[in-house]
């Protein structure tokens, strides 16, 4: 099972876990990234290609499940605004042994900061700016290449 969304909407975490957990798999990781306050965001907005993320995140999820053996993969992302707190990515992996979940997991994460088509702007008191890519997010990354 591959569930790969992009979608405006809370992310629901017990219903993505109870699918991802439902393949029967002997372990399941999951990584949920949440929008933070740091120096004073207020609102983080996220846009994306509509039809191109979705394929780039199945892309990525299909990778995964080839190289780990996977039963089950899902990769949630929000757009649109959020507060900080929320949910804004959510990704759940389903192998029959804890490392294979363990490392699918980081790698779809580390991969889908570098390789999915978002756009995130910042707001915060004294105005709002666009978000470049952080060096550190390639990095991550490269190891999986």
Do not use: N
């Amino acid at each position: 099972m591959i569930r790969a969304l992009v979608q405006s909407e809370p992310i629901d975490l017990a219903a993505t876990l109870a699918a991802v957990e439902g393949s029967g798999s002997g372990a399941v990781a999951s990584f949920s990234g949440f929008v933070r306050a740091d120096d004073g965001v207020r609102e983080l907005a996220l846009e994306h290609y509509p039809g191109m993320t979705e394929a780039v995140l199945h892309a990525l999820a299909e990778e995964a499940v080839a190289r780990w053996q996977l039963h089950a993969v899902a990769v949630v992302h929000r757009v649109g605004p959020m507060a900080p707190g929320e949910r804004i990515v959510l990704v759940a992996t389903a192998a029959p042994h804890r490392h294979a979940a363990l490392e699918a997991c980081a790698f779809l994460i580390d991969r889908l900061k570098t390789d999915a088509p978002f756009w995130k702007r910042e707001r915060r008191e004294e105005g709002a700016r666009w978000v470049a890519a952080r060096d550190g997010d390639a990095g991550a990354a490269d190891r999986w290449r």
